[in-house]
């Protein structure tokens, strides 16, 4: 299973920026759990524009960069819809598909649309993201009888404990709703 441990951080009040990723590791895997790897991941947005479909035609897709105010020819993908936005990654003059692996990834996957708001369309959504993260290989085996284990939430609770930072209380990530 591959965690960010920027997700996991989420939980925790801490900052990641000051932990030793590697003394976090070799704890976790003498206390917890195996951990078959990591590495760091950076992103550089400079490389990445958000873009509109605006049309499909044959076989390729038109989409509208608001931040550079221009719009690309790209293949067409199934699961381009008009009005639908996705990153767009330009190497050397030549736009495409962003993929997973400019986010640290294994596999060379497309990624899928996103939702972004207005007012960060023209640029404004690089200043939201964490352009540095580290992905954590756990092994499943390892943490099969373990499902507290199973998702992020879990795992920041057991790094919490093993840096001695308090975990963030759950009601800042789940909203509550009444029924009528």
């Known amino acids: 299973m591959k965690i960010s441990l920027n997700w996991i951080f989420d939980h925790i009040k801490g900052e990641l920026s000051r932990i030793d990723v590697a003394q976090l590791v070799d704890t976790f895997i003498r206390t917890t759990a195996e951990i078959e790897g990591w590495k760091k991941v950076t992103v550089n947005v400079d490389e990445l524009t958000l873009a509109e479909v605006v049309n499909i035609n044959g076989d390729t897709v038109i989409v509208r960069s608001a931040e550079h105010k221009k719009e690309y020819i790209l293949p067409k993908r199934t699961d381009a819809l008009v009005g639908s936005y996705f990153l767009v990654f330009s190497a050397e003059n030549n736009k495409r598909w962003a993929t997973s692996v400019l986010f640290g990834g294994i596999k060379d996957m497309v990624l899928p649309a996103m939702y972004c708001p ?9 200043s939201t993201i964490e352009l540095q993260d ?9 943490i099969n009888s373990r499902p507290d284990l199973w998702g992020h939430r879990g795992l920041a609770r057991e790094i919490a404990a093993i840096l001695n930072l308090q975990l963030r209380p759950l009601e800042e990530f789940v909203t509550q709703y009444s029924s009528c």
């Open 118 to 126: 207005e007012n960060l369309r023209a640029g404004g959504w690089k």
């Open 134 to 142: 580290y992905v954590v290989e756990i092994d499943n085996k390892s």
